[in-house]
C-alpha cells in the first residue's frame, strides 16, 4: 500500500490533518506488552501514508508515551500535528489512582511538562482530557487560551464533554476538536456533543473508534487479555455482558466478509460517514496501534463506503450493548447529560 489518504481541517481554522489519525496510547501502556521498534516503524510509515495527527497524552505512561515519540515528532516537526492532554493526574504509590484537575495553574505546569518531554517547544493541538465541574470551564479554557497567545501551544481540544459545554468553552476561545469515544458500540456522543459541534465548526476525533479492539473480534472476553490488560477491569468486556456484547459485533464481520474487507475497516468506515450523517465539518478517527500491518489495514477503511442497507444493519448494535464504557463513568460526558 503507497497511496495516501486524504486531508480535512479540524475546527474552522484549526490545523489540516490526514482524515485518519493515529493513538498513540497502547504503545506504552493499557492494551499488553509493547515493543519500541515496531511503535517506532509504525509512526513512520503512518506518516509516509498520510497519517498526520499523532495522539498523546500526559496520563499514558505517566509520561512515557510523550518521551516515546518525542524523537520522531521533532524529526518530522513540520509535517507531524501533535495532539496531548491534561487534566488527569497519577499517584506513583497506587496505579488506579485517577485524579482530575483543571485548575489555572495546573495547566500552565501540566504544558511545560508536556513541552519537556516531548522536546518541543509547541504542541498543534492540547486537549482537556476530563472535566472537573468543581473548576468554571472559562477558568480552564480560559488558562489553555492563555497558552494560545504564549506560543506554547497552537489549538485547543476538549474530550469527554458535552454540547452545552462544548458550547461555553467555544465562546472563551475557539475549540479546533472535540475528542470523545465514538464507535458502532458507543453513541453516548450524538445526543448533545456531536450536533453542538456540527453547528460550531468543530472536528470530532473519535477515540477507541474500534471499542478497545472488540469490534475487530480481536478478543470476545477480556478474560483472554493478559493479566496487566486495562480492558480486564472495563464492564464490557467481562462476565455476562462480554457474551451478549460478542455476540452483537457479528454484522460486523458479516459485511466486512461480503465487502472483502476486514471487521475493523468497516468500524472505521462507519466513523467517517459520520461526517455527512451529522453535517459535521470533519471526523478524525484515531484507531489506535503498535504495528504497521494494522496500521495499513485500518487505512484501508478511508477507501470503503458502506452502503444504506449496511448502515442500518449497524444502526441497531448500540442500544444492544450491556456494561458501561468505564467501570467508573463519573468523570465521562454521559455522567453530566441532562
Ligand atoms: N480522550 C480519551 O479519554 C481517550 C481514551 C482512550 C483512548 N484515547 C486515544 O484514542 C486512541 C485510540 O483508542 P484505543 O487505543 O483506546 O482503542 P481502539 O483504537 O478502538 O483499539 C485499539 C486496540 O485495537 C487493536 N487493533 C487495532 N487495529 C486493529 C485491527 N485492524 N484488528 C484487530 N485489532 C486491532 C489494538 O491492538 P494492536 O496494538 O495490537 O494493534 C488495540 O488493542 C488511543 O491510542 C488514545 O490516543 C483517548
Redesign the pocket.
Known sequence: MSSTIETTRLGTDGPVVGVQGL????MSEF?GPTDTGEALATLERALELGVTLF???DVYGSGANEELIGPFVRAHREQVVLAT?FAIERRADDPHYRGINNDPAYVRRAVDASLRRLGVDVIDLY?M?RRDPQVPLAESVGAMAELVAAGKVRHLGL??VTGPELREAHAVHPIAAL?S?W?IFARGVERSAVPAAAELGVALVP???????FL?G?FADAGQLDAGDYRRHLPQFTGENAAGNAELVAPIGKIAERRGA?A?QVALAWLHQRTEVHGLTAVVP??????RT?LE??LGATRLVLDKEELAELEPISARVSGGRYADMSSTADAREV
Not at 493513538?23 to 497502547?26: K, R
Not at 484515531?286 to 504495528?291: A, E, H, K, N
Request: proline share 6%; net charge positive; charged share 25%.
Open positions: 493513538g498513540c496510547m497502547g492494551y495522539d498523546t497524552a492532554k486537549y482530557h474530550s469527554e475528542q469515544e464507535s477515540y477507541s473508534p474500534l471499542g478497545r479492539g475487530t480481536a476486514t475493523a484515531i484507531p489506535g496501534t503498535r504495528r494494522r489495514e485500518n
